[in-house]
Protein backbone atom coordinates (compact mmCIF):
# COMPACT_ATOMS: atom_id res chain seq x y z
CA UNK A 1 0.00 0.00 0.00
CA UNK A 2 2.42 2.25 1.04
CA UNK A 3 4.90 1.38 -2.46
CA UNK A 4 2.03 2.45 -4.32
CA UNK A 5 0.91 5.44 -2.45
CA UNK A 6 4.73 6.33 -3.31
CA UNK A 7 4.58 5.24 -6.84
CA UNK A 8 1.13 7.69 -7.23
CA UNK A 9 3.43 10.50 -5.75
CA UNK A 10 6.22 10.28 -7.84
CA UNK A 11 4.17 10.21 -11.05
CA UNK A 12 2.27 13.28 -9.98
CA UNK A 13 5.27 14.81 -9.33
CA UNK A 14 7.12 14.00 -12.79
CA UNK A 15 3.48 14.80 -14.54
CA UNK A 16 3.14 18.24 -12.65
CA UNK A 17 7.35 19.11 -13.13
CA UNK A 18 6.35 18.61 -17.49
CA UNK A 19 3.64 20.44 -17.18
CA UNK A 20 4.89 23.38 -15.53
CA UNK A 21 8.01 23.30 -17.96
CA UNK A 22 6.05 23.55 -20.73
CA UNK A 23 4.14 25.53 -19.37
CA UNK A 24 7.06 28.26 -18.84
CA UNK A 25 8.60 27.47 -21.85
CA UNK A 26 5.59 28.64 -24.19
CA UNK A 27 5.51 31.41 -21.57
CA UNK A 28 8.74 32.76 -22.67
CA UNK A 29 7.93 32.15 -26.29
CA UNK A 30 5.29 34.14 -26.44
CA UNK A 31 7.31 37.19 -24.77
CA UNK A 32 9.22 37.62 -28.47
CA UNK A 33 6.68 38.72 -31.19
CA UNK A 34 6.46 36.89 -34.53
CA UNK A 35 7.74 39.67 -36.67
CA UNK A 36 7.30 37.21 -39.58
CA UNK A 37 5.17 39.26 -41.45
CA UNK A 38 7.71 42.55 -41.64
CA UNK A 39 10.85 42.99 -43.71
CA UNK A 40 13.80 42.90 -42.22
CA UNK A 41 15.59 46.56 -42.66
CA UNK A 42 18.69 45.87 -40.18
CA UNK A 43 19.78 44.66 -36.81
CA UNK A 44 21.87 46.95 -35.17
CA UNK A 45 23.98 46.71 -32.00
CA UNK A 46 23.45 49.57 -29.39
CA UNK A 47 26.43 49.07 -27.53
CA UNK A 48 26.21 52.14 -25.07
CA UNK A 49 22.73 50.85 -24.04
CA UNK A 50 24.00 47.11 -23.90
CA UNK A 51 20.90 46.68 -26.54
CA UNK A 52 20.16 45.73 -29.54
CA UNK A 53 17.74 47.06 -32.36
CA UNK A 54 15.49 45.43 -35.21
CA UNK A 55 14.45 47.49 -37.36
CA UNK A 56 11.57 46.06 -39.57
CA UNK A 57 9.05 47.38 -42.72
CA UNK A 58 6.40 46.31 -43.61
CA UNK A 59 7.36 45.50 -47.09
CA UNK A 60 10.43 46.63 -48.97
CA UNK A 61 11.33 50.27 -48.80
CA UNK A 62 9.71 52.49 -51.72
CA UNK A 63 9.23 55.99 -52.49
CA UNK A 64 6.12 57.23 -50.57
CA UNK A 65 4.95 56.57 -46.80
CA UNK A 66 6.78 53.49 -45.48
CA UNK A 67 5.26 52.27 -42.05
CA UNK A 68 8.59 51.12 -39.65
CA UNK A 69 8.68 48.96 -36.48
CA UNK A 70 11.83 49.08 -34.20
CA UNK A 71 12.11 46.39 -31.22
CA UNK A 72 14.82 47.15 -28.82
CA UNK A 73 16.20 43.74 -26.95
CA UNK A 74 18.50 43.58 -24.02
CA UNK A 75 21.53 42.07 -24.66
CA UNK A 76 21.76 40.12 -21.52
CA UNK A 77 17.88 38.92 -20.74
CA UNK A 78 16.67 39.69 -24.75
CA UNK A 79 13.45 40.87 -23.13
CA UNK A 80 12.17 43.85 -25.16
CA UNK A 81 13.36 47.12 -23.86
CA UNK A 82 9.61 50.21 -23.98
CA UNK A 83 11.47 52.94 -21.92
CA UNK A 84 13.65 54.52 -24.11
CA UNK A 85 13.22 57.20 -26.95
CA UNK A 86 13.63 56.20 -30.23
CA UNK A 87 14.30 58.74 -33.26
CA UNK A 88 14.96 58.16 -37.06
CA UNK A 89 16.68 60.49 -39.19
CA UNK A 90 16.58 59.45 -43.17
CA UNK A 91 18.98 61.29 -45.08
CA UNK A 92 19.43 61.82 -48.96
CA UNK A 93 22.72 62.65 -50.04
CA UNK A 94 22.66 63.92 -53.60
CA UNK A 95 26.11 62.92 -54.73
CA UNK A 96 26.84 65.06 -57.72
CA UNK A 97 24.87 67.90 -56.67
CA UNK A 98 26.45 68.09 -53.55
CA UNK A 99 23.39 68.70 -51.44
CA UNK A 100 21.53 66.48 -48.85
CA UNK A 101 18.06 66.39 -47.44
CA UNK A 102 15.71 64.40 -44.81
CA UNK A 103 12.11 63.24 -45.58
CA UNK A 104 8.96 63.62 -43.44
CA UNK A 105 9.08 61.19 -40.19
CA UNK A 106 6.64 60.30 -38.00
CA UNK A 107 8.28 59.70 -35.30
CA UNK A 108 8.27 56.17 -33.23
CA UNK A 109 6.17 55.91 -30.34
CA UNK A 110 5.66 52.68 -28.10
CA UNK A 111 2.87 50.36 -28.78
CA UNK A 112 0.85 48.25 -26.04
CA UNK A 113 3.34 44.91 -27.38
CA UNK A 114 6.73 47.08 -26.57
CA UNK A 115 7.22 47.91 -29.89
CA UNK A 116 7.62 51.16 -31.50
CA UNK A 117 5.63 52.27 -34.21
CA UNK A 118 6.49 55.04 -37.12
CA UNK A 119 6.87 56.25 -40.95
CA UNK A 120 8.89 57.68 -43.31
CA UNK A 121 7.48 59.56 -46.48
CA UNK A 122 10.93 59.03 -48.89
CA UNK A 123 10.17 61.77 -51.43
CA UNK A 124 12.14 59.77 -53.90
CA UNK A 125 13.70 56.45 -54.52
CA UNK A 126 17.78 55.77 -54.42
CA UNK A 127 19.38 56.48 -57.39
CA UNK A 128 22.32 54.36 -57.35
CA UNK A 129 25.60 56.43 -56.76
CA UNK A 130 23.82 59.94 -57.31
CA UNK A 131 21.61 59.09 -54.49
CA UNK A 132 21.88 57.26 -51.46
CA UNK A 133 19.34 56.98 -49.15
CA UNK A 134 20.74 56.75 -45.30
CA UNK A 135 19.00 55.94 -41.91
CA UNK A 136 20.38 57.24 -38.94
CA UNK A 137 18.55 55.26 -35.45
CA UNK A 138 18.90 57.30 -32.20
CA UNK A 139 17.49 55.34 -28.53
CA UNK A 140 17.95 58.03 -25.77
CA UNK A 141 17.21 55.84 -22.37
CA UNK A 142 16.92 59.30 -20.40
CA UNK A 143 16.57 57.35 -16.84
CA UNK A 144 20.50 57.26 -17.65
CA UNK A 145 21.06 59.95 -19.60
CA UNK A 146 22.60 57.83 -22.10
CA UNK A 147 22.02 57.84 -26.49
CA UNK A 148 23.46 55.44 -29.27
CA UNK A 149 23.25 56.20 -32.59
CA UNK A 150 23.57 53.82 -35.63
CA UNK A 151 24.04 54.88 -39.88
CA UNK A 152 22.45 52.68 -41.97
CA UNK A 153 22.59 52.30 -46.24
CA UNK A 154 19.16 51.89 -47.33
CA UNK A 155 17.61 50.75 -50.69
CA UNK A 156 13.96 52.89 -51.45
CA UNK A 157 12.99 51.56 -54.90
CA UNK A 158 9.98 52.99 -57.28
CA UNK A 159 7.29 50.58 -57.30
CA UNK A 160 6.84 49.70 -60.95
CA UNK A 161 3.51 49.58 -63.16
CA UNK A 162 2.24 46.46 -64.66
CA UNK A 163 -1.19 47.08 -65.59
CA UNK A 164 -1.10 49.84 -68.05
CA UNK A 165 2.87 49.66 -68.56
CA UNK A 166 4.50 52.66 -70.03
CA UNK A 167 1.36 54.32 -70.30
CA UNK A 168 0.83 55.16 -66.59
CA UNK A 169 3.65 55.53 -63.62
CA UNK A 170 2.96 54.45 -60.14
CA UNK A 171 2.46 56.97 -57.99
CA UNK A 172 2.53 56.97 -53.86
CA UNK A 173 4.22 60.24 -53.35
CA UNK A 174 3.38 63.76 -55.07
CA UNK A 175 5.86 66.71 -55.07
CA UNK A 176 4.42 69.84 -55.43
CA UNK A 177 6.56 73.03 -56.02
CA UNK A 178 4.35 76.36 -55.61
CA UNK A 179 6.44 79.89 -55.49
CA UNK A 180 9.39 78.79 -52.81
CA UNK A 181 8.32 75.75 -51.49
CA UNK A 182 7.75 71.95 -52.24
CA UNK A 183 5.18 70.26 -51.01
CA UNK A 184 4.40 66.57 -50.14
CA UNK A 185 1.49 63.93 -50.22
CA UNK A 186 1.44 60.55 -49.83
CA UNK A 187 -0.59 58.12 -48.27
CA UNK A 188 -0.89 54.54 -46.65
CA UNK A 189 -3.56 52.03 -45.70
CA UNK A 190 -4.69 51.80 -42.58
CA UNK A 191 -5.03 48.19 -42.82
CA UNK A 192 -1.84 47.62 -44.53
CA UNK A 193 -2.49 47.33 -48.08
CA UNK A 194 -5.55 47.54 -50.75
CA UNK A 195 -7.87 45.39 -50.56
CA UNK A 196 -11.73 44.77 -52.30
CA UNK A 197 -13.43 46.78 -50.06
CA UNK A 198 -14.10 50.29 -48.68
CA UNK A 199 -10.52 51.34 -47.35
CA UNK A 200 -9.98 53.15 -44.87
CA UNK A 201 -6.60 55.45 -46.14
CA UNK A 202 -5.02 58.22 -44.93
CA UNK A 203 -3.36 60.91 -46.34
CA UNK A 204 -0.05 62.60 -45.82
CA UNK A 205 0.83 66.50 -46.22
CA UNK A 206 4.18 68.72 -45.47
CA UNK A 207 5.66 71.46 -46.51
CA UNK A 208 9.31 71.19 -47.23
CA UNK A 209 10.73 74.65 -45.48
CA UNK A 210 14.40 73.28 -46.06
CA UNK A 211 16.74 70.49 -46.77
CA UNK A 212 15.79 69.21 -42.56
CA UNK A 213 12.51 70.67 -41.86
CA UNK A 214 9.07 69.15 -42.82
CA UNK A 215 5.56 70.88 -41.29
CA UNK A 216 2.61 68.93 -41.11
CA UNK A 217 -0.41 71.01 -43.33
CA UNK A 218 -3.11 71.65 -41.11
CA UNK A 219 -6.54 72.57 -41.46
CA UNK A 220 -6.94 71.32 -44.98
CA UNK A 221 -9.97 70.93 -47.35
CA UNK A 222 -9.23 67.26 -49.24
CA UNK A 223 -11.62 65.57 -52.02
CA UNK A 224 -10.53 62.36 -53.33
CA UNK A 225 -12.56 60.40 -56.08
CA UNK A 226 -11.23 56.80 -57.47
CA UNK A 227 -11.29 55.54 -60.90
CA UNK A 228 -9.84 52.96 -63.16
CA UNK A 229 -8.27 54.12 -65.87
CA UNK A 230 -8.33 51.04 -67.64
CA UNK A 231 -12.21 49.99 -67.05
CA UNK A 232 -13.45 53.68 -67.43
CA UNK A 233 -15.44 53.72 -64.02
CA UNK A 234 -15.00 54.99 -60.99
CA UNK A 235 -16.89 53.34 -57.60
CA UNK A 236 -19.38 54.34 -54.96
CA UNK A 237 -19.28 54.92 -51.19
CA UNK A 238 -16.09 57.17 -50.99
CA UNK A 239 -15.32 59.51 -48.17
CA UNK A 240 -13.38 62.59 -48.26
CA UNK A 241 -10.18 63.15 -45.55
CA UNK A 242 -10.64 64.65 -42.21
CA UNK A 243 -7.58 65.52 -40.45
CA UNK A 244 -7.24 63.23 -37.31
CA UNK A 245 -3.90 65.00 -36.45
CA UNK A 246 -1.43 67.22 -37.81
CA UNK A 247 -0.94 66.60 -41.09
CA UNK A 248 -2.40 63.53 -41.64
CA UNK A 249 -6.42 63.20 -43.02
CA UNK A 250 -8.45 60.09 -43.20
CA UNK A 251 -11.02 59.05 -45.17
CA UNK A 252 -12.78 56.04 -47.66
CA UNK A 253 -11.66 54.59 -50.79
CA UNK A 254 -13.27 52.10 -52.14
CA UNK A 255 -12.00 49.59 -54.32
CA UNK A 256 -14.54 47.62 -56.10
CA UNK A 257 -12.14 44.94 -58.24
CA UNK A 258 -8.87 44.46 -58.02
CA UNK A 259 -6.76 46.25 -61.18
CA UNK A 260 -5.33 50.07 -61.50
CA UNK A 261 -7.03 52.52 -59.23
CA UNK A 262 -6.29 56.13 -60.42
CA UNK A 263 -6.99 58.66 -57.50
CA UNK A 264 -7.57 62.30 -58.06
CA UNK A 265 -7.37 64.91 -55.54
CA UNK A 266 -7.71 68.43 -54.38
CA UNK A 267 -6.32 69.70 -51.59
CA UNK A 268 -6.52 73.21 -50.23
CA UNK A 269 -6.82 75.71 -47.28
CA UNK A 270 -8.14 78.83 -46.87
CA UNK A 271 -5.69 80.60 -48.17
CA UNK A 272 -4.35 78.90 -51.59
CA UNK A 273 -4.72 75.77 -53.61
CA UNK A 274 -1.73 73.22 -53.44
CA UNK A 275 -3.38 70.68 -55.40
CA UNK A 276 -6.19 69.57 -58.12
CA UNK A 277 -6.58 66.80 -60.37
CA UNK A 278 -9.68 66.40 -59.88
CA UNK A 279 -9.96 69.36 -62.20
CA UNK A 280 -6.54 69.81 -64.03
CA UNK A 281 -5.19 66.98 -66.13
CA UNK A 282 -1.94 68.25 -65.48
CA UNK A 283 -2.02 68.40 -62.04
CA UNK A 284 -0.49 64.18 -60.35
CA UNK A 285 -2.43 62.29 -58.95
CA UNK A 286 -2.09 59.07 -57.11
CA UNK A 287 -1.96 55.52 -59.32
CA UNK A 288 -1.56 52.32 -57.97
CA UNK A 289 -2.31 48.49 -58.69
CA UNK A 290 -3.04 45.51 -56.47
Known amino acids: MKKSNILHSLIFALVSLIFFSCTDESE ?34 FAGYNKFVVALYDVETNELLSSSKVKLMPMMDMVEMGMMHSAPVDQPTVGDDNLYYGGIVFQMASMGDMGIWTLNLKVEDETQNISSTVEIEI ?26 KTYIFSYYFVDGEPAVKSNDVVLTAHVMEDMMTF ?48 VDLKISSDEMEYLNSLEDESHHSFYLEF
Open 215 to 262: TPLTNLNVEWKPTMPSMGHGSPGNENPTEIKDGYYQGVLNFTMTGDWL
Open 155 to 180: EVMDKQSTYQGEDATYQTVIRRKLED
Open 28 to 61: NNDSTPDMSMYEMIASEELSELNAVAHIYATEKL
